[in-house]
T-cell receptor, first 113, second 115 residues
Framework: KAGVTQTPRYLIKTRGQQVTLSCSPISGHRSVSWYQQTPGQGLQFLFEYFSETQRNKGNFPGRFSGRQFSNSRSEMNVSTLELGDSALYLC????????????FGPGTRLTVL | AQKITQTQPGMFVQEKEAVTLDCTYDTSDQSYGLFWYKQPSSGEMIFLIYQGSYDEQNATEGRYSLNFQKARKSANLVISASQLGDSAMYFC????????????FGTGTSLTVIP
């Protein structure tokens, strides 16, 4: 069974641009969560999608948005990039509502110049 | 207040020795889940072990065990017979109800195994 995949793995953008990150969960998993990891703030929850609906949302500005498709693949979009958005963005998938396991992808490392 | 607290930024352990990584949590819910993840330098988060708040027995997974003390709100990870490949960041996390998979993570402990 293939694991969680994230594309692209590395990304360099400049301030003011927008970016879209993609996450494909493990086959059969319906829950996809996104996290931002920075040295200063650690791992912070962005949002979770379950069956194409946003179920939980962390404390991030509206520049951060996401969506989930019918095949459970999820995208995360960040508009008007700021230097502080430089981070490792991790996606995690779970099989159902409240899973005892959450499997993470390798992450997308975003650098904003 | 922090939901998850890991007070050891860095730990060293001799190869083949056991090591305990500390984690305390804060919640007013009765039903919650506690997790430990390992993050090598490659960046990927690897699930290690899970403990449910209603589980009476401590969880074990191979060389990993979770020392769950509910009254003290602690969920320490014990790694037995440390190996060089155990060198990594270790994160404690908690999931709270009522729905969803929103996880709260601690700041992590960097473990270095010395040969």
């Amino acid at each position: 069974k293939a694991g969680v995949t994230q594309t692209p793995r590395y990304l360099i953008k400049t301030r003011g641009q927008q970016v879209t990150l993609s996450c494909s969960p493990i086959s059969g998993h319906r829950s996809v969560s996104w996290y931002q990891q920075t040295p200063g703030q650690g791992l912070q929850f962005l949002f979770e999608y379950f069956s194409e609906t946003q179920r939980n949302k962390g404390n991030f500005p509206g520049r951060f948005s996401g969506r989930q498709f019918s095949n459970s693949r999820s995208e995360m979009n960040v508009s008007t990039l700021e230097l502080g958005d430089s981070a490792l963005y991790l996606c995690a998938s779970s099989s159902h509502g409240q899973s005892n396991e959450q499997f993470f992808g390798p992450g997308t490392r975003l650098t904003v110049l | 207040a922090q939901k998850i607290t890991q007070t050891q930024p860095g730990m060293f352990v001799q190869e083949k020795e056991a090591v305990t990584l500390d984690c305390t949590y804060d919640t007013s819910d009765q039903s919650y889940g506690l997790f430990w993840y390992k993050q090598p330098s490659s960046g990927e988060m690897i699930f290690l072990i899970y403990q449910g708040s209603y589980d009476e027995q401590n969880a074990t997974e191979g060389r990993y065990s979770l020392n769950f003390q509910k009254a003290r709100k602690s969920a320490n990870l014990v790694i037995s017979a440390s190996q060089l490949g155990d060198s990594a960041m270790y994160f404690c996390a908690m999931r709270e109800p009522p729905t969803g998979n929103q996880f709260y993570f601690g700041t992590g402990t960097s473990l270095t195994v010395i040969p």
